[in-house]
């Protein structure tokens, strides 16, 4: 169905489209996105650099429905180009893959290295069981600039890179391609699943049980264990040898050096998982949350800490 311009709403995104060289209709924000594949373009426009603007299609009703209608195109994000269509998350991915989008963006398209990847016995033996039920034999790896990632059989795609490791060959697109150097594909049989080792991930906050910290507090009791809780919560509970979290406390924290292994739990770990964040985003490598918190802790490891 053709945009038709005597709609007001038609002609609203319209305007939108021709007034923007790159636009996003999207569900969220590009701080926020709302939803995974919204997310997953909003990486790879990020990443190629180029200015884009976005529109937030879950705050407009009227153009959330009329953007299906005006481009034909049911489901978002939808990515526009010159006042043109390029399409969803699926066909942003697969262009930004074969470099295609780079061009149609105007970006750069740098050279990347084959790269080396090593699939352990382990996931062999799992992949080439899994293997005899699909279609396509290549084991297709995919790393987005988010370092999530996606593991499928699937043919061949332009611009792929074809690598060989413990009988597999192996397919990375572009994309993936200059994240992936170096990653090794294991699996665990405790828990049945495929565990990845990427080196060219940036630091991340690690998730610890209560178990762990035990462990790294008789190894060291000067750990740098931070308290993200209410001064309320502390008076009611805490574990020793942790520090509150004042505003003073995480200035001294924060001109630590960047190494140094910090710790931070809070009821049960999701505000301290977010403090954890916040370190890894001012440099700091070695970041580590407690998960479940001091919950767990009076569960686990001493429970004549109080629970509430």
Known sequence: MPADLNDPTHQKIDQLV????????????????????????????????????????????????????????????????????VGGADIVKGLYGSGELHKILGAPLEEIPQPAITITDWAAEVLREAAKREKHQALRI????????????????????????????????????????????????????????????????????????????????????????????????????????????????MKLPKDTPLWFYCHTGSRSHAMGEAFIKAGFTKVFNVHGGISAWSLEIDPTVPRY
């Open 18 to 85: 021709k007034g923007n060289p790159v636009l996003l209709f999207m569900k969220g924000t590009r701080t926020f996105p709302q939803c995974g594949f919204s997310a997953s373009v909003v990486g790879i426009l990020d990443e190629l650099g180029q200015p884009y603007e976005t529109f937030n299609i879950l705050e407009d009703p009227e153009v959330r429905e009329g953007a299906k209608s005006y481009s034909d195109w049911p489901t978002f994000p939808q990515l526009y180009v010159k006042g043109e269509l």
């Open 142 to 253: 995919e790393v987005s600039p988010r370092f999530q990632y996606g593991l499928l059989f699937s043919e061949d795609r332009p611009g792929d890179f074809v690598c060989e490791s413990n009988g597999f060959t192996i397919l990375v697109d572009r994309g993936s391609a200059k994240r992936a150097n170096g990653l090794v594909l294991d699996y665990s049989r405790e828990n049945k699943g495929f565990l990845i080792e990427n080196p060219n991930e940036p630091p991340k906050v690690k998730q610890a049980t209560v178990r762990e910290l035990k462990k790294a507090f008789d190894d060291n009791p000067r750990l740098h264990l931070y308290d993200v809780r209410t001064l309320e919560e502390r008076q009611r509970a805490v574990i020793p040898g942790s520090k509150h979290l004042t505003p003073d406390v995480r200035e001294a924290a």
